[in-house]
């Protein structure tokens, strides 16, 4: 789990935002970390957890990749700089990374999905970028039936020792 400074409530690892929908959206082919350009208080603030990626996506602008439409609030701890909160963000990846990334894209037609917004042992911002294929309606249902599946198999496995 994502561990806390003791008092302040800030990540100092583990999960900042997570796009759960994601995941039951798409499915996810592969998945790539990468860096995320930020600025002090949008660091500060996607400490305090704050932040949302559920509506963002990942695309190119002038042969690089940019997060576009997450939104990281305002820092509201006394800091002069402002800075916009669904303002794109640079994703630092290498460039055969990008150059795969877009060749995908524009070939396979999948899209870059954010799965979330992470601090690492390092203690830097990462984006786990999803190569996803949209689902379809059966796909969905079908998801979901087999998540309970599995649900309901643990529970009676759970209980299968036990004499009510």
Do not use: C
Not at 5 to 29: C, D, E, H, P, V
Not at 94 to 122: C, M, W, Y
Request: glycine residues 10%; proline residues 3%.
């Amino acid at each position: 789990m994502a561990s806390k400074n003791k008092g302040s409530g800030m990540i100092s690892t583990g999960i900042a935002a997570q796009n759960r929908k994601g995941r039951f959206n798409y499915s996810i082919l592969e998945t790539v970390e990468a860096g995320l350009v930020l600025k002090g208080p949008e660091v500060k603030s996607l400490r305090m957890g704050r932040a949302t990626i559920n509506e963002a996506y990942a695309g190119e602008r002038d042969g690089e990749l940019w997060l576009i439409n997450s939104y990281i609030p305002e820092y509201q701890g006394g800091v002069l700089s402002r800075f916009e909160p669904r303002a794109p963000r640079k994703l630092l990846l290498h460039k055969k990374q990008v150059d795969k990334l877009l060749g995908e894209t524009a070939r396979n037609g999948v899209t870059l999905v954010p799965l979330d917004i992470h601090f690492n042992s390092r203690g830097l911002a990462k984006l786990t970028l999803g190569v996803g294929q949209g689902r379809k309606k059966e796909d969905k249902r079908h998801a979901i039936a087999d998540r309970d599946w599995a649900r309901d198999k643990a529970r009676l496995l759970r209980n299968k020792g036990r004499e009510d």
